[in-house]
């Protein structure tokens, strides 16, 4: 499919979407739409760079092998932290996951997938905020921005063997292998309950 269908249907889609819950809570005015991709990119960010550096500093630890069990988001800290302080879920998802919980799960997920990937490399690659009924959802684009993400996430033949073996121990059914420099590799997806509207008017 072209670029241009692509967009097309998505925004297609958008429009349907919309039409069809005019009355109910799935439509959202500006400001709401940018409440939530301010708080949205904010908690993203944070988890983020928590991530990062639990697992590059288990990589500089121990090595890449060593450094495989520190890149569930659960077993970092911070994730339960933001949790909390912003009542949100975060969690990544992909199109090929390695850890089956991480699957797209939505048609809208996969819509937004698609997207992106006709929008690879140019600017129109950002983040948004999605309504689904009593959620708002925020996504945000993963890339495999550094060469380090290569050494669990490149051709399978590049990974170093004994790292490979450990990782195919934990996620047998994984397939986040083959990817190269700057690829999508998955989405942050930061659900916010829509009540959470009343208590961000206050922050
Ligand atoms: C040391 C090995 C290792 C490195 C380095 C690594 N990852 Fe991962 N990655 C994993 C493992 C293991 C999982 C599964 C985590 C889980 O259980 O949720 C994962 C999961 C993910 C997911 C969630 C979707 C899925 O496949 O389950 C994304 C997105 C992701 N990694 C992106 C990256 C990016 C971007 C980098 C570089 C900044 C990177 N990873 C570096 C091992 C690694």
Known sequence: ????????????????????????????????????????????????????????????????????????????????????????????????????????????EKQLWEYFLSVQETEMIHDTVVMEGNQAVYYKPILTAMQACLQCHGPKEEIDPATYTKIRELYPEDEATGYGLNELRGLWKIEFDRDEETVMNRM
């Open 1 to 108: 499919m072209k670029l241009t269908e692509l967009t097309l249907l998505v925004v297609a889609a958008i429009i349907i979407i919309s039409c069809s819950n005019k009355n109910s809570q799935n439509t959202m005015d500006a400001e709401t739409y940018n409440r939530f991709l301010e708080t949205g990119s904010e908690v993203s960010g944070q988890a983020q760079s928590a991530l990062l550096s639990h697992v590059s500093g288990a990589m500089k630890e121990g090595g890449t092998l060593y450094a495989v069990e520190f890149c569930n988001l659960e077993a970092s800290e911070i994730t339960d932290s933001l949790n909390n302080l912003y009542n949100c879920t975060i969690s990544r998802v992909s199109d090929k996951n390695r850890n089956p919980q991480n699957a797209l799960s939505t048609d809208t």
